[in-house]
């Protein structure tokens, strides 16, 4: 009798297009994936896959059997998750998180999933969104929090929270008592985010002017590192305000007042579209509870489906 891990071996590989990246996918070898889809070929009584020169493709009756394929993955997947307990969602899920987030709500978010799924494993990278988009969509990560939504086939988002930026300094600058114009930040050193980054060009943008000094522009890739260099009066950050509260709190930094109309940043939840999601959305349901600031609950099974 087909089982259903060889029927998920060969969704994966024909949606992977390849059986090593099955084999990354079910944390198996490749010769276990082999092994797997000689099986079902065996039982099925046809040739299901087919090697081009860079990826596998499957045959017209390997094209059928993925119809039949993803729904039954797609139902076992709902069967779980509408009668199962919730420690058996269980395996590792891949989760790409841009730092903004890992500053402000990430940590409540791991304890929530530990809490709720204690079975279910989070492998979790910190990147800018233009590297998670590219992780994604090699199928390398599972899961992205990102300034969205992002736009690609079979990429569904749902949006998370938005968050405010402005001009932040030390009040050894002594800028803290006036309304700023662009010219009075443009004699400073402004710090933000790293190149390809949304902050990055919101910079490039306002201060690229020819009556304005040529921009001293601080990139980083940390947001630690910008943080302390504003807090150490090393220039102005335009980044979220709200990953320095306690900064501003306890006076090491200072919201500049200016007259400018800065755009928030919004972050999404971006996964790919697939008959076997049921952990991710799991995880954004409870991503999206916490980032508009709400309390996670255990709901009803019937409200979870």
Not at 49 to 66: I, Y
Not at 109 to 121: D, E, F, G, Q
Not at 201 to 215: K, M, S, Y
Not at 250 to 268: H, K
Request: positive net charge; glycine residues 6%; proline residues 6%.
């Amino acid at each position: 009798m087909t089982d259903f891990k060889a029927i998920e071996t060969f969704m994966w590989v024909v949606t992977l297009g390849s059986f090593r990246g099955a084999a990354q996918k079910l944390n198996t070898t490749q010769p276990a994936i082999s092994q797997r889809i000689a099986q079902l070929e065996r039982e099925v009584g046809v040739k299901l896959l087919q090697r081009d020169r860079r990826m596998v493709l499957p045959t017209p009756s390997g094209r059928q059997l993925m119809v039949y394929a993803e729904k039954l993955i797609g139902l076992r997947s709902e069967m779980l998750a509408v009668v199962g307990d919730r420690s058996a969602m269980r395996g590792v899920l891949r989760l790409g998180v841009a730092e903004t987030i890992v500053h402000t709500w990430l940590p409540q978010l791991i304890k929530s999933v530990n809490h709720a799924y204690p079975n279910l494993s989070l492998e979790i990278e910190v990147d800018i969104t233009s590297n998670l988009r590219n992780r994604l969509l090699a199928q390398e990560i599972e899961l992205a929090f990102v300034l969205g939504p992002l736009t690609a086939p079979m990429v569904n988002n749902r949006p998370l929270c938005d968050y405010s930026v402005g001009f932040l300094a030390s009040p050894s600058l002594g800028l803290g008592k006036q309304a700023l114009t662009l010219h009075d930040l443009a004699k400073f050193p402004i710090i933000t985010f790293s190149r390809r980054t949304q902050p990055y060009e919101i910079v490039r943008a306002l201060f690229n002017r020819p009556d304005l000094p040529p921009i001293r522009l601080h990139a980083s890739a940390s947001l630690a590192t910008v943080i302390h260099m504003a807090i150490e009066g090393l220039g102005i950050a335009l980044i979220p305000t709200a990953i320095v509260e306690s900064d501003l709190a306890d006076g090491r930094l200072q919201l500049l007042s200016t007259n400018l109309q800065l755009a928030p940043l919004t972050f999404s939840a971006s996964w790919l579209a697939s008959p076997d999601t049921v952990a991710v959305e799991r995880v954004v349901e409870l991503a999206a509870s916490l980032a508009r600031g709400g309390v996670i609950v255990d709901a009803p099974r019937e409200a979870r489906h």
